[in-house]
């Protein structure tokens, strides 16, 4: 089996926590292990040989290898690079044409990088129920049983019963809560998890039968793919031209084999800060607090800390972020209307819709640390055998002083080897390049000066991340 990640999404429902190039998937937000951790080690756990392969995009790349990395570098089928988004169906047809290249009927089972699953037995078991009708030729999603009348998701309507599995009998859409209460009184409606389990052959029939304009697209987009060290890019402009579809209306509505699994598993795709508390346990007074928090005469709340002190007093069902650089309080009730704010943060040239305070890139880390008229200082912390591209500024110099490690400096025709408490200056306009030699993480602290200390002041000459 082929655990097909989708991890292309910007998550800015968990705003500020989640940003667009650091999203809700990379976080911890309910374990001490990111979602997507969280979702790589479901796939391997399915059996001793399941692989992993995950689908992202050009921003994410480097972060959703880290993660391979450290949990399946053995069990690891590759990390493909999708040019634009163009929803779920082209992404699992690129999965289906690369896993058809070994084994047209390999089983994929296709997970979102950013779902919670408390009861892992419970998952396999719904798996394994489900790989005997996708052997068969079925197209398996799985249901979940609903706890409540939820109108923010779309629901599964269950037809004719066999042995471990529903026929599906329609697709639903978002209910209001009227018809969600009677969903749950029916008792044969399930939440859409927008989870699915198919042979690589199947899906690709059903998509070439539904959808043959995509399938043409995503066949030309995977022809033309190239390797990129551990990566692999699909044909851009074939893959642009390919139609936007879930895999809901591309295929599943319109298939004869579609067939539903149920499944009871402390399911949640964690698509807002009420959808955290609800998973997550409440204290005495109904609470969940994370991080450095105190209350008095406070219920129903969600109050998160990623460093300050939170002191919360005399609220009720409210929702508290605390970050470096934002804090959200918000009524628990109303934080479906965060995209709001976030529009807002864009509307005004703003970037804590996009970046947290400290960016994480593939050699590291930098944070900002204080900025006013004509300089900035910022942490930079750089992985062992790490470096930063050969560049240079039009607009701004730089003072480096490192306080842990040992740093190569590259400082036009110089070679500098500098180690704690030891500092170089790159003039405007030098070219020069910073490198880990050692085997502990670099740390410095970076005084910049100048007119202009955007991050687009960056002449790239060599990288070894093949960063434009």
Known sequence: MLAVILSGGSGT??????????????????????????????????????????ITNEEHRFVVAAHMQAQAPERTAGIILEPVGRNTAPAIAIAALAAAEENPEELLLVMPSDHVLKNQDVFRQAVSQGAEAARSGKLVTFGIVPSAPHTGYGYIKAGAAHEGYNDVAAFVEKPNEDTARQYL???????????????????????????????????????????????????????????DDSIDYAVMEKTHDAVVVPLDAGWSDVGSWSALWDIQPHDENNNVCRGDVITEDVSGSYIHSEGRLIAALGITDHVIVETDDVVLVADRDRVQDVKKLVAQVKAQGRHEHRFHKKVHRPWGTYEGIAMGERFQVKRITVKPGASLSLQKHHHRAEHWVVVK????????????????????????????RLTNPGVIPLELIEVQTGSYLGE??????EDTYNRV
């Open 185 to 243: 009184k029916e008792g044969d409606y399930f939440w859409n998890s927008g989870m699915f389990l198919f042979r690589a052959d199947r899906y690709l029939q059903e998509l070439e039968s539904q959808q043959p304009e995509m399938m043409k697209a995503c066949r030309a987009a995977w022809k033309e793919r190239n390797a990129d060290m551990d990566f692999t890019r699909v044909g851009a402009e074939s893959f642009r031209a390919c139609p």
């Open 405 to 432: 490690g040992t740093a190569t400096v590259n400082r036009g025709d110089d070679v500098l080897l500098l180690t704690e408490d030891q500092s170089t200056y790159i003039p405007l306009g030098v070219t020069h």
């Open 456 to 461: 687009d002041d960056i002449v790239r000459f």
């Open 13 to 54: 429902r968990l705003w500020p926590l989640s940003r667009e190039a650091y999203p809700k998937q990379f976080l911890p937000v309910v374990s001490d292990a990111s979602l997507l951790a969280e979702t790589i080690d479901r796939g391997l756990a399915l059996d001793d040989n399941a692989r992993v392969l995950a």
